[in-house]
Antibody, heavy 118, light 110 residues
Framework: QVQLQESGPGLVKPSETLSLTCTVSGGSFSTYYWNWIRQPPGRGLEWLGY???????NYNPSLNSRVTISVDTSKNQFSLRLTSVTAADTAVYYC????????????WGQGTLVTVSS | QSVLTQPPSVSAAPGQKVTISCSGS????????VSWYQQLPGTAPKLLIYDNNKRPSGIPDRFSGSKSGTSATLGITGLQTGDEADYYC???????????FGGGTKLIVL
């Protein structure tokens, strides 16, 4: 059974960079899409982007190039970097795995709350 | 402003049936598979339906999905109080090259 676990700081200052890591157990990085999704308090889901096992990435165009997703297969981890954060980036951040096609999210981490505040 | 449109809330009594709609366009629902997710309070979303109408292992057949044109529908029969949750539709948008979600529908079991 695939399990994902997010980790990283729960508080980030405005204008700084948010960095989170997702540790994957029970599966390999091959064949699948590895996603980051966020959910502001009391609001809906927003897809941030994915890393595909071939090395390609795809990001939500609304984030204006602030987001980067990378993978460290030796550690079974993938990471999110979101630059120049503001209070609007306060959210629960989920790492998640799609299947052989990106459109369906099969496995989700439990989520981690990141608050942007000085 | 979500790309996919869902009603903010629906309600029904225990044992009854409810449907949740998800409306999109030809660049998303019209030409791609739709998934549905259940998010119980304080937890991560969970996949309920994929490829428009398929259920992952462990999801009861009380949950069903359908798609017609640029709209999709989630149906839940035999409602239970434990079904109270937020439900989201999702799909790929070929114009945006992005995974998109609906705004979510809160199901209230009266």
């Amino acid at each position: 059974q695939v399990q994902l676990q997010e980790s990283g700081p729960g508080l980030v200052k405005p204008s700084e960079t948010l960095s989170l890591t997702c540790t994957v157990s029970g599966g390999s990085f091959s064949t699948y899409y590895w996603n980051w999704i966020r959910q502001p308090p009391g609001r809906g889901l927003e897809w941030l982007g994915y890393f595909y096992y071939t090395g390609s990435t795809n990001y939500n165009p609304s984030l204006n190039s602030r987001v980067t997703i990378s993978v460290d297969t030796s550690k079974n981890q993938f990471s999110l970097r979101l630059t120049s954060v503001t209070a609007a980036d306060t959210a629960v951040y989920y790492c998640a795995r799609s299947g052989a096609v990106a459109d369906t999210i099969y496995y989700w981490g439990q989520g981690t709350l990141v608050t942007v505040s000085s | 402003q979500s790309v996919l449109t869902q009603p903010p809330s629906v309600s029904a009594a225990p044992g009854q049936k409810v449907t949740i709609s998800c409306s999109g366009s030809s660049s998303n629902i019209g030409n791609n598979y739709v998934s549905w997710y259940q998010q119980l309070p304080g937890t991560a979303p969970k996949l309920l339906i994929y490829d428009n109408n398929k259920r992952p292992s462990g999801i009861p057949d009380r949950f069903s999905g359908s798609k017609s044109g640029t709209s999709a529908t989630l149906g839940i029969t035999g409602l239970q109080t434990g079904d109270e949750a937020d439900y989201y539709c999702g799909t790929w948008d070929s114009s945006l090259s992005a995974v998109v979600f609906g705004g979510g529908t809160k199901l209230i079991v009266l």
